[in-house]
C-alpha cells in the first residue's frame, strides 16, 4: 500500500512534457519554428524541439519521446507511461496527469471530480468515439500506430488555427443528432477562385479553356457507289488541364507540393470499415492514408468520416479543413479501435445520409468506401446474387440519381485484401458512378487513396451531357457505345446521349458512335453528324454549351484501299477487352475456370490482329497483359476467389468508365489501369510516396506497393 501511495506521490510531483494541438485560444508560434511538410514527415525532427505543456479544452496529449513521461506514473493505474506507448495522456486543469483511458473510463459517468485531489473540472476527457471498444483496459490504445510514423509527427506538429473570435471550436459529439444538418456554414468561404467579382469570364473564353471536342470517322473516304449499316465515329472529349505541372523531387527533404491553381472545393465522406480483422497493421496503415486524406484537403473542403464495424457511427460532423479542421479530424480518426463485424449496408446509408442532410452543398461531392470483408448484415435478404439492386435500394436516389438521367454523388470502393466482397463494392461503385479499386497489398492504401484524392480535388467539368446528332435526314444512329455511362438513343434515331457527370482535369473521353452511309453521288461529301456538350463549369459557375464542326466523308467515285483510324481501332480493343472481361467473369462466377481463360485467350488473338496491335500500340500492348494476368489469376478456384474476381472487376470499372483503378499489384498489366491516370493524379500519387519516403516504418511496409506510371496517356 505504502508503495502505491509513493508512486502516487512520485506522480504528482514531476512536470512532464506533453505536446498537444493548439487550439483557438493559443497564440501562433514565430514563423522560424515552423516546419515545411519535409520537417512534419521526416521522424529525424521528432526531438529537434522542446515540447512544453500546452492547455487544451479537449486535454488529449501525446507523450514526447525522450521526455521525462517515460518517468510519469499514472495515479489510476499505477503504471508507467513508458517510452514509445503512444498512449495519450490527460492533464487535467489541476495539473494532475492520467493515462487518457484510464480517466476515460472514470469519468464516463458523470464523474468530474479529480481522483488524487478532489478538485472539480470545469471539463472532462471525452471518450474517443470508437463503436465496438475492445473489453479490457489493455487493449484500449488510443493512438494505435507505430511510435514512428510519419503521421504521428503531422499531429504533433500542425500549424496553429487561425484566430477568429466569430467561431468557436466544434467538440466530438456523444451522440449523434437524428438529422445531419450541423454541416459547417460555407458563409465565410472564398468564392471558388481568387478572381474579384469584376473578373467575369466570357462563354468564348470559358469553352476553350474547360474542354475540347474531336471526331474522327473509321476511315476518312468511302466510294459513293457503296453504303454501309455500320459506319462507326470516335467523339474523343478532353476536359482542359487547370493543375500546374510541378518538378516533382521526391525525397525526404524536399516534398512536392501541391499547386496553387483555383479549383472547385469538395464535400468528402469517407466511410471506413474498423471491424476486428482490421486490427493490427491494417488499421494503423488506414490511419496514416486518412492523415495523408485530411492534410490534402484545403481550407474550403469539407470532411466528415463515418466508422463502421458491427453497426456505423459518424465521427464528426461535415466540416471545413481549416487549421482546428484538420487537427480534430486528426484526432478522431486516430482515435479508432478495429473490433465487430462488417456492416457496410449501415455505414453506406450512414455516409449517403450526411450528404442528403446537408444544409449547403460544395460543388464537387463524392463518398470513399472501404472495407476489407464481406458484408455481415445482409440489405435485404436476397444475399449476394443481386447485390447491385440491393444497394440500389438502400442509396437514396440523391447518390445514384433514381430514374433521372445522370449521377448525382459518385461512391469510389476500396476492396481491401482477400476476403473483401469485391461483388458487392463493384456493384456499389457501378450503382452511383464511382469506380471500384482494389487494394492487394496492405501498404498501397495511402497511394490508392492519393489517386482517388488527386482526381476529386481536379475537377474541371460538371453534369456533362453528350449530344449527338445526324446532320443529314437519311442518315440514323444505330448505337452508342459508352460503357457504363448511361445513353440512348432518341425514338427516331436521329439524336442520342450520353450522361458523363464530372471530368477531372486533362482527362479524357471515348464514345463510338455507329450510323449508317447511304450511296452517294461522285464527287460529293456525306455530312454524318455532329456533337453538342452541355456542362456546368464549377469555377466560373455558367452552364457552358460546345459544338464539333460536322463530321464530314468523302465520296471519291473510287476509293483507294481504306487504312482504318488507329484512334478509331485502339477505342475498339478497349470495348473489346472489357466485354471480354465481363464475359469471363461471368463464366468463372459459374465455375467454367477454363471456359473464362478460353474467353480470355481468343481476345488476346483478337486484338494481335488490329491495326493498333501492329503499329505496336501502347493500349493495345497493356490490353494484352492485363488479359494474360486475369488469365494466370484464374488458374484455380482459390486463387480467381482470392485475387482473380476482384482484379476483374477493378479493372471492368477503370475501362467502363475510363477512369484510373488502384491495383496492388506489381506485374506490366497492372500499368494499364494508369492509361486514364491524370496529371493530377500522378502528382498526388508522387506526394504521397515522398512522404512514405520520410517513415521509416512506412518504408520497411511499402516493399510490396505498386509502381504508379507517370508516362502521358496512350491516346
Known amino acids: 500500500m505504502a508503495s502505491k501511495w509513493r508512486k502516487a506521490k512520485l506522480a504528482l510531483g514531476l512536470n512532464p512534457c506533453f505536446y498537444v494541438p493548439r487550439t483557438l485560444e493559443d497564440s501562433p508560434p514565430p514563423a522560424s ?23 487544451s479544452s479537449h486535454g488529449l496529449r501525446f507523450s514526447k519521446s525522450g521526455s521525462k513521461s517515460s518517468k510519469q506514473t499514472c495515479p489510476i493505474c499505477l503504471t508507467k507511461v513508458k517510452q514509445g506507448d503512444g498512449h495519450a495522456i490527460f492533464t487535467a486543469e489541476c495539473s494532475h496527469s492520467f493515462h487518457f483511458h484510464c480517466i476515460a473510463s472514470n469519468v464516463k459517468h458523470g464523474n468530474q471530480i479529480c481522483p488524487v485531489c478532489r478538485a472539480k473540472w470545469k471539463e472532462v476527457p471525452l471518450q474517443a468515439p470508437s463503436l465496438d471498444p475492445p473489453p479490457g483496459r489493455a ?152 492523415g495523408f486524406v485530411i492534410q490534402s484537403l484545403g481550407s474550403n473542403d469539407r470532411l466528415s468520416v463515418i466508422a463502421f464495424s458491427s453497426t456505423a457511427r459518424r465521427l464528426f460532423p461535415l466540416r471545413r479543413m481549416s487549421d482546428t479542421g484538420r487537427q ?14 462488417t456492416n457496410i449496408a449501415e455505414g453506406l446509408r450512414k455516409g449517403a445520409k450526411v450528404m442528403e442532410d446537408r444544409r449547403e452543398k460544395n460543388p464537387v461531392a463524392s463518398i470513399i468506401l ?102 443529314q435526314p437519311n442518315i440514323r444512329l444505330g448505337s452508342l457505345k459508352a460503357g457504363s455511362y448511361p445513353s440512348r438513343v432518341m425514338d427516331n434515331a436521329r439524336r442520342g446521349f450520353i450522361d458523363v457527370g464530372d471530368l477531372y482535369a486533362d482527362e479524357e473521353r471515348d464514345f463510338l458512335v455507329s450510323v449508317n452511309v447511304p450511296a452517294e453521288s461522285p464527287g460529293n461529301q456525306t455530312s454524318l453528324l455532329k456533337v453538342r456538350c452541355v456542362y456546368k463549369d464549377p469555377l466560373a459557375k455558367e452552364v457552358v454549351t460546345l459544338e464539333s464542326d460536322e463530321v464530314l466523308l468523302e465520296r471519291p467515285a ?93 479493372g471492368l470499372s477503370s475501362h467502363s468508365w475510363q477512369r484510373a483503378t488502384a491495383r496492388g499489384d506489381s506485374t506490366e498489366g497492372s500499368s494499364l489501369v494508369q492509361s486514364y491516370q491524370t496529371p493530377s493524379m500522378t502528382q498526388m500519387l508522387n506526394r504521397s510516396q515522398a512522404m512514405l519516403l520520410g517513415s521509416p516504418s512506412a518504408q520497411r511496409l511499402a516493399q510490396s506497393s505498386w509502381s504508379f506510371g507517370s508516362q502521358p496517356n496512350p491516346r
Open 33 to 55: 519554428e515552423r516546419l515545411s511538410d519535409a520537417a512534419l514527415l521526416s521522424s529525424t525532427n521528432w526531438d529537434s524541439k522542446p515540447m512544453t505543456p500546452t492547455p
Open 139 to 290: 487493449s484500449m490504445n488510443a493512438v494505435g500506430w507505430p511510435h514512428n510514423d510519419a503521421l504521428m509527427t503531422v499531429v504533433r506538429r500542425l500549424p496553429p488555427p487561425r484566430r477568429d473570435s466569430n467561431r468557436r471550436p466544434i467538440v466530438l459529439q456523444a451522440s449523434e443528432p437524428s438529422v445531419f444538418d450541423d454541416d459547417e456554414s460555407l458563409d465565410l468561404q472564398p468564392v471558388y477562385a481568387d478572381r474579384s467579382s469584376g473578373d467575369k469570364i466570357s462563354p468564348d473564353h470559358n469553352c476553350a479553356k474547360t474542354m475540347e471536342i474531336k471526331v474522327y470517322p473509321e476511315v476518312s473516304a468511302v466510294a459513293c457507289s457503296k453504303s454501309y449499316d455500320n459506319f462507326t465515329v470516335l467523339v474523343h472529349l478532353k476536359a482542359a488541364a487547370t493543375i500546374t505541372a510541378q518538378n516533382l523531387v521526391r525525397n525526404q527533404t524536399s516534398l512536392p507540393q501541391l499547386s496553387q491553381t483555383p479549383r472547385a472545393p469538395v464535400d468528402l465522406v469517407t466511410v471506413l470499415d474498423i471491424s476486428g480483422s482490421m486490427a493490427g497493421t491494417k488499421l494503423a496503415l488506414l490511419k496514416r492514408a486518412m
Open 328 to 341: 480534430q479530424a486528426l484526432q478522431a480518426v486516430n482515435s479508432l479501435v478495429a473490433n465487430g463485424g
Open 370 to 471: 472501404l472495407s476489407d470483408g464481406q458484408d455481415t448484415y445482409t440489405v435485404n435478404g436476397s444475399g449476394s446474387n443481386q447485390p447491385q439492386s440491393n444497394y440500389r435500394l438502400l442509396l437514396p436516389s440523391s447518390i445514384h440519381g433514381g430514374d433521372a438521367a445522370g449521377f448525382h454523388i459518385p461512391v469510389h470502393t476500396f476492396g481491401f485484401g482477400a476476403d473483401h466482397d469485391a461483388s458487392s463494392m463493384h456493384s456499389i461503385s457501378e450503382i452511383s458512378g464511382g469506380t471500384f479499386s482494389f487494394i492487394e497489398t496492405e501498404a498501397i492504401i495511402q497511394d490508392a487513396f492519393a489517386q482517388c484524392i488527386g482526381g476529386l480535388l481536379s475537377v474541371v467539368v460538371q453534369e456533362l451531357q453528350v449530344g449527338v446528332e445526324c446532320v
Open 558 to 650: 473510287i476509293a483507294g484501299e481504306a487504312v482504318v483510324s488507329i484512334e478509331v481501332d485502339r477505342q475498339r480493343n478497349r470495348l473489346q477487352a472489357a466485354e471480354s472481361m465481363a464475359q469471363a467473369r461471368s463464366a468463372a462466377e459459374q465455375g467454367d475456370l477454363a471456359g473464362a481463360v478460353s474467353i480470355l485467350e481468343s481476345c488476346r488473338r483478337m486484338l494481335s490482329e488490329t491495326v493498333s496491335a501492329k503499329s505496336h500500340d501502347r493500349l493495345c500492348v497493356a490490353l494484352d497483359a492485363e488479359l494474360k494476368e486475369m488469365q494466370e489469376r484464374m488458374a484455380s478456384r482459390h486463387v480467381y476467389e482470392a485475387s482473380g474476381r476482384a482484379y476483374i472487376l477493378s
